[in-house]
């Protein structure tokens, strides 16, 4: 094991295939775990509000004999009287508490995941702005809780057909909100969906708005925790103000470096850092930012239980080193027994749209000729030539070795690669051949597709070349809990309220649902 200098974890090599690996804090991905969770545990009963009372453990509904109801007040809710203490105390019996204009949360609801601005969401509705973020807080909430209904079995192990799920990440903006301080906050989001039903198991991003960044400072100060090694710290999992700065500054020396030498400063970019560095960005001033790799870490965690039901499953992941750390940490167990296979997925991004056409006619006539030579079908072609490429290159231990371009490319995945990074002697070539065939990154770029086009919130940001690499959208938020909050009202749409092309949601398509649902029905919970 080594170490590494200011805030960089230290790095451990396994002395049977010389991989090195970072360390991780068990304690700091057990924290993201159960932050991205909690709105699947089940919410705490009302109890007693009264500091010290024999009864403040004791839930209103497990405990009726330790209550007396007592009325309802003006708004509906319903009024308990704790016999032990005597405290009067109320419980929302309305699914829209504190909401003075309900009338107008459905609208709100179809505006946000319609691609309308919010100046122009509060012109259309009605309301001012600080009412509209409320509002948007409130949405979020009710989303969780429907949720809440449908996806908490999965962490139980309910039953699944086959997965075939994939992993990709995206960035997200925030605007700067003074012009004294112009370097944007920028949040890293990851998601799986499964590639057969589009049912997306998760979308998270590195942020945590329940923390206070000068509390945790004083408190990391308070236990030491600038002064070890960063696995073993309390505050592990999120990024502190002195790390932020020490790997500024580190990547300053690497960007003039590779000026130098004429390297490519992202090939010097450590794996486990974050995706952007840069001095125009900046960590948040309001809650905090997590550390990229324990979010994927807790991710993939969450999909790993989300998915307990399924009898196999297929995973492929865009080509990141720390994605596939916390993929393989995450399915060890399963990945050891073959019910899961793990694949990275290289396709060629930057192609024009003629280029992207050219390839798949080339792929497409490199099939037709396979097809005539041999003389079967063309549903039978590319099962068959991945079949033969197998045999011909025999398996390879290395996993670096194992890249194998796909037949029949599409349009929106043009040269596609795939390598099988837990592939295994016993593994036929026939079934080798159906999971590359298989192979895509589409079911969660759909989502990612949405996500740009449905919430202008979220859309790609525009930079200038006098604006020295920072970048300013006049729709981005402007508080970075807003992402979270909007990603989850367009993941239950996505997954329940919109229809596809047979008239069915992907929560019908993986059999969670047998409908789709209004967003009426979404914030009636």
Same mark, same amino acid.
């Given at each position: ?12 090599? %396994?002395?049977? %295939? ?34 010290? %009372? ?9 405990? #009726? ?28 019996? $309305? ?25 122009? @969401? ?46 990709? =990440? ?30 997306? *198991? ?7 708005? $329940?923390?206070? #960044? ?17 696995? *073993?710290? +309390? ?66 965690? @969450? ?80 099962? =068959? ?11 390879? #231990? +290395? ?8 037949? @029949? ?15 295994? #002697?016993?593994?036929?070539?026939? +079934? ?15 989502? *990612?597709?949405?996500?740009? =086009? ?17 970048? *300013? ?53």
């Amino acid at each position: 094991m080594s170490g590494g200098g200011g805030s960089l974890p230290p790095t451990a090599i %396994c002395k049977a %295939c010389n991989e090195s690996f970072a360390l991780k804090s068990n304690h700091g991905v057990a924290e993201e775990v159960a932050r991205l969770t909690n709105y699947l545990q089940p919410p705490p009963e009302p109890t007693c509000p009264t500091e010290g %009372c024999a009864h403040q453990a004791k839930g209103v509904h497990s405990h #009726p004999d330790g209550y007396q109801r007592f009325g309802h007040t003006s708004a509906g809710s319903h009024r308990y009287r704790c016999k032990a203490c005597l405290r009067l105390f109320a419980i929302a019996a $309305s699914a829209t508490p504190r909401q003075k204009r309900s009338d107008v949360n459905a609208l709100v609801f179809r505006l946000l995941v319609n691609k309308m601005p919010m100046r122009r @969401i509060c012109e259309t509705a009605g309301i001012g702005p600080q009412t509209l973020y409320t509002k948007l807080r409130f949405l979020s909430e009710r989303t969780r809780v429907f949720t809440r209904k449908h996806e908490a079995p999965l962490l139980e192990g309910r039953a699944l057909p086959s997965l075939l799920l994939s992993t990709d =990440r995206q960035d997200y903006l925030i605007n700067w909100g003074t012009s004294a301080d112009r370097r944007n906050i920028r949040l890293h989001g990851i998601g799986t969906a499964d590639n057969r039903s589009s049912f997306v *198991f998760g979308m998270h991003i590195d942020y945590d708005s $329940s923390l206070d #960044p000068g509390n945790v400072e004083m408190e990391a100060l308070e236990c030491g925790d600038y002064g070890i090694v960063q696995p *073993f710290r +309390r505050f592990a999992r999120v990024w502190l103000k002195r790390d932020w700065t020490a790997e500024n500054v580190l990547l300053r020396q690497r960007h003039h470096r590779a000026s130098h030498t004429g390297v490519s400063s992202s090939e010097l970019t450590a794996d486990d850092g974050p995706r952007h560095w840069a001095d125009d960005t900046k960590l948040p001033g309001r809650g905090m930012k997590v550390r990229s790799d324990y979010s994927m870490m807790a991710h993939m965690q @969450i999909v790993a239980r989300m998915t307990s039901g399924s009898p196999h499953v297929a995973l492929y992941l865009d080509q990141d080193s720390g994605l596939r750390s916390a993929t393989h940490v995450a399915f060890e167990n399963r990945i050891r027994v073959g019910s899961v296979d793990t694949f990275h997925v290289r396709i060629n991004k930057d192609m024009t749209i003629d280029q992207k056409g050219l390839a798949v006619a080339q792929a497409a006539q490199r099939m037709a000729k396979f097809t005539q030579a041999r003389r079967i079908t063309a549903k039978e072609g590319p099962q =068959r030539m991945l079949e033969e490429a197998l045999a011909q290159r025999g398996f390879r #231990p +290395r996993w670096q070795d194992r890249w194998m371009t796909h037949p @029949i490319p599409d349009g929106s995945e043009p040269e596609k690669e795939l390598l099988h990074l837990t592939d295994r #002697p016993e593994l036929t070539d026939a +079934r080798r051949a159906a999971m590359h065939l298989w192979g895509s990154l589409r079911g969660i770029d759909r989502f *990612f597709m949405i996500v740009r =086009r449905r919430q202008s919130l979220l859309e790609r940001p525009i930079s200038s070349a006098s604006a020295a690499g920072r970048v *300013f959208y006049g729709n981005n938020p402007y508080r970075p809990w807003v992402v979270e909050s909007v990603l989850d009202l367009l993941r239950v749409t996505y997954n329940y309220h919109h229809r596809g092309q047979d008239q069915r949601t992907p929560a019908e398509r993986l059999g969670l649902t047998t409908r789709a649902y209004s967003l009426e029905d979404i914030l009636g919970g």
